[in-house]
C-alpha cells in the first residue's frame, strides 16, 4: 500500500511541475506557432527550445546532426542498476500557407512540459535506478522525415522508450497511422506550335493527365485501407505551346511496408505506362524517406490509458471515435528502432488537421489545458515504467511481436527508400548537415 501511496505522491509531483511551468510552455507554444517555418528550416523554432531547456539547467546540443535539430538531457544520481533510458521527441515544423495546422507547436510543448514533469518527479524521489531524461527535437515530420535522419545518426540508440502526443480531434491512446510512399513525377516532352504543327510535339500535359487516369481507374483494385492522392504541381504554360514537361506528386499509403511496396509497384506501371502511351520520358524521384506503420505497443498503451483515465480524459474507442485511418508519421520509424508510444489528444475543437480552422484551434489558450494533461499522463507513464521493472520487460515482448509480426520485404534497408527497388530514378535528403 505505501508503495502505491509513494507513486502517487509522485505523479502529483509531476503535475504540480507541469503546473508551475504552465505560463513558460504556453509562451514557448505560442511563440513557436507565430513563427510557422517549414521542414529543416525550423530556425526559431530551435533556437526557442534549446534556450528553454539551457535555462533549465539541462545539457543541450543544438543542430544536432540536422541544422534544425537538438538534444537536451539530464541524468538523475547513479545507483548500481543499469541506467534507464526515456524520450520525449518534440516536433515543431509546420504546413505551407497554413502554418500550424498540424499543432506541432503543441507537439513540441507536450514533449517539454512531460519531460520537465518526470524530472522534477524524479529530482524529489530517488528512482531505483538511475534514469537519464533525453528530449529530442526533431524537424520536418510533413516533408522529408527528420526522425530518420536521426536514426541514421544514432540518436536512437540507447533508448528504452520513447514517447510524443500528437493533436487531433479526440484522445486515443493510439491510431493506426499507415506508411507512407511519396513521389515526384516528372514527364519530358518535345514542344512545338499547338496550332501550326502539332503533330510535330511530345505532350507530357498528356502523360500527365493518363498518369492521373491510370490510377483512378487503379482504385476500383485497390484494398479499402490503402490510399494514393495527388496534384499536377506543373501542367504547362501556354495553350500554343504542347507541353513538353509537366510534374505531379503523388503519396502512397498503405497499412504495412509489405502492402506499401505491392501498391508501389502498381502505381508505378500507371506512371511508366503514360510515358509510353505518350513518347515521353518519365523521372521519378522523391525526397522524403518512406515512413513506416507505427507499430502499437499494447502495455504502454495501457498505462497511458490508466493515467489518462486518471486525469480525466475520456478515451475514444477505435471504431466509434475519431477517424479509424490515421495519416503518417516517421515516429512509425522510430517504433522499429525502440518502443514508443504516440497518442493523440483533444485540444478543444472538433475540426479537422491540415485545415485553417485547425491551426486557429492550435493557438488558442483552451488548447492549453489538454496539452498538459496529455503531458502528465505521458510523464506519469514513464515513471511507471521506471518504478516497475516488470513493465518494462513486457514493454520489450510487445515491441518484439510487433516488429515480428511485420516482415519488411528482404533486401529493403531499413529506413531506406523504398524506390531503390521499384524504379525510382533518384532519392535525395535536403538540408542535412552531413
Ligand atoms: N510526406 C509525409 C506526410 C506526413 C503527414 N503527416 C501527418 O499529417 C501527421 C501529422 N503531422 C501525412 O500526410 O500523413
Known sequence: MAEMALLKQRKQRVCDMIDQESEKLYVLSQDIWKTPELAYKEHTAHQLLTSFFSSRAWEVQAHYHLDTAFRAQWTSEATDSPCLHVGFLCEYDALPDIGHACGHNLIAEVGAAAALGLRGALESVQPPRQVKITVLGTPAEEDGGGKIDLIKAGAFEDMDVVFMAHPAQGDAAYLPDVAIHDVTVKYYGKASHASAYPWEGVNALDAAILAYNNVSVLRQQMKSTWRVHGIIKNGGVKPNIIPDYTELE???????????????????????????????????????????????????????????????????????????????TDFGNVTYEVPGLHPYFYIGSKTFNHTAEFTEATGSEEAQYYTLRTAKSLAMTALDVIFNPDLLERIRQDWKMAKEMEDIPSGIDKHRDLNCRAGCSSFHIKNTTE
Open 250 to 328: 503523388f503519396y502512397l499509403r498503405a497499412p504495412s511496408l509489405k502492402e506499401l511496396y505491392n501498391l508501389q509497384a502498381k502505381v508505378y506501371a500507371c506512371f511508366n505506362s503514360a510515358a509510353t502511351a505518350t513518347g515521353c520520358k518519365v523521372e521519378l524521384s522523391t525526397s522524403s524517406y518512406d515512413f513506416y506503420e507505427v507499430l502499437p505497443n499494447k502495455t504502454l498503451g495501457s498505462i497511458y490509458l490508466e493515467n489518462g483515465n486518471q486525469l480525466g480524459i475520456q478515451f475514444v474507442s477505435l471504431d466509434k471515435g475519431i477517424n479509424t485511418m490515421a495519416g503518417s
